[in-house]
């Protein structure tokens, strides 16, 4: 079987998967797309432009939670998610969150970076609502180390990437200083997460990334 990974360190959504690999011990280098992110040759390869990607012997497979969890069919151990479906659909939930109501909300700040063209109204609703997204996290997320559990699963995959955009970001675009601020749940499993190796290294290649693009 041949696989293909398509992504950049920038994005969390590509870091997630990359994290799933790592845990199961998986030999996936990143491929950057080809012709750039979101250029006609690239959609070629994925005809939804975005990353990440997989392609499996020429076949493209994209989305990201999608992508993490044929890993985890692929290679069953160590499971990534619980065997309960209960904790399953939990554990799911806990990635949905994340996604919906914490990193897309962010999305416009992305798209507002020229100082020429910005919304800073746009930004100040998607810093709020971001933040307000934190709120519905730690509803859910126990305090660590692990999201769900004893043992880091996709649920981790997908947050230790998006809590990392959320610790950086608001705070330079008007949030607070700290983004985690009354949020005692969240705060302490990010605390918690980031000493475990495989997350503090994900980490650390995201933040070498940002940084080569002033982040």
């Known amino acids: 079987m041949s696989l293909v990974f398509y992504g950049l360190p920038?994005?969390?959504?590509?870091?997630r998967v990359a994290m799933a690999a790592r845990l199961k011990g998986l030999?996936?280098?990143?491929?950057?797309?080809p012709g750039g992110f979101g250029s006609e040759e690239y959609r070629k390869v994925n005809p939804l432009g975005k990353i990440p990607s997989l392609e499996i012997d020429g076949r493209v497979l994209p989305e990201s939670e999608v992508i993490c969890e044929y890993l985890d069919d692929l290679?069953?151990?160590p499971?990534?998610?619980p065997a309960d479906p209960e904790a399953r659909a939990r554990n799911r939930l806990l990635s949905r969150v994340a996604d919906i109501y914490v990193m897309n909300p962010m999305l416009p700040i992305f798209r507002n970076l020229d100082p020429a063209t910005r919304d800073p109204a746009a930004i100040a609703t998607a810093v709020a609502d971001s933040l307000a997204g934190l709120d519905k996290l730690e509803a859910f997320i126990q305090p660590g180390p692990c999201a769900q559990g004893d043992t880091l699963t996709l649920a981790d995959c997908a947050l230790v990437p998006i809590l990392?955009?959320?610790?950086?970001v608001p705070p330079m675009f008007g949030g607070p200083a700290d983004s985690f601020a009354g949020r005692p749940k969240v705060a302490a499993y990010w605390q918690a997460v980031q000493a475990n190796p495989v997350a503090a290294g994900i980490l650390a290649e995201m933040k070498a990334a940002l940084a080569a693009v002033g982040f």
């Open 10 to 15: 920038l994005s969390p959504f590509v870091m």
């Open 27 to 33: 030999d996936l280098p990143m491929t950057p797309p």
């Open 75 to 77: 290679h069953p151990t």
């Open 79 to 81: 499971a990534l998610r």
């Open 164 to 168: 990392l955009f959320v610790e950086k």
